[in-house]
């Protein structure tokens, strides 16, 4: 089974509304850390959000939110005010605290925002 | 954060060569990681590059194609051999910050095999 689930290949959104980005996981480590990067056309991997397990809050950073909803396995990314520069590809990885060092990518989300 | 550096950028190579990537991270860090990003896809995970001894290879990545040495906890290198065209792939490497368990990427480094 795949540990990350992005379902959306592609989103658009208009510029200055929010957008929300879907990932589901699968573990049964009850220690694990979910983590959001994003990708522009230049290659490079830029660490967005992070959110552990034991989180009881949603993490936030700017304009970037986690909507995790641990009983469902979900970590969507919502990206509030869309800016022409946050058109990407998005990533929702995983990692497993107790079971090895290794983080799962989902197969990402391209995002693009419209004028 | 982690400052991560990576040579070379962008190379062209042709069939039949060899590639050495470097790695250089600004601070010393234990976990050290190589993926391979082919076009249009997500990120493979090929090794686990560990300070003092072997790496650790992911399933159907081998040593003697991809060789990774970490002389210390500030570098890393992976070697791209006897490359074909399938090679062709964007190469990361990245590091895990123990306090804080995020992962951080260097630039990469794209890589054309002709």
Do not use: H
Not at chain 2, 34 to 52: H, K, V
């Amino acid at each position: 089974a795949q540990k990350i689930t992005q379902t959306q290949p592609g989103m658009f959104v208009q510029e200055k509304e929010a957008v929300t980005l879907d990932c589901t996981y699968d573990t049964s480590d009850p220690s694990y850390g979910l983590f959001w990067y994003k990708q522009p056309s230049s290659g490079e991997m830029i660490f967005l959000i992070y959110q552990g397990s034991y989180d009881q809050q949603n993490a936030t950073e700017g304009r970037y939110s986690l909507n995790f909803q641990k009983a469902r396995k979900s970590a969507n990314l919502v990206i509030s005010a869309s800016q022409l520069g946050d058109s990407a590809m998005y990533f929702c990885a995983m990692r497993e605290f107790n079971t090895g060092n290794q983080f799962y990518f989902g197969t990402g989300t391209s995002l693009t925002v419209i004028p | 954060s982690a400052v991560i550096s990576q040579k070379p950028s962008r190379d062209i190579c042709q069939r039949g060569t060899s590639l050495t990537i470097q790695c250089q991270v600004d601070s010393q860090v234990t976990m050290m990681f190589w993926y391979r990003q082919q076009p249009g896809q997500s990120l493979t995970l090929i090794a686990t590059a560990n300070q003092g001894s072997e790496a650790t290879y992911e399933s159907g990545f081998v040593i003697d194609k991809f060789p990774i040495s970490r002389p210390n906890l500030t570098f890393s290198t992976l070697t791209v051999s006897n490359m074909s065209p399938e090679d062709s792939s964007i190469y990361l490497c990245s590091v895990v910050l123990a306090l804080n368990y995020e992962q951080y990427f260097g630039p990469g480094t794209r890589l054309t095999v002709t």
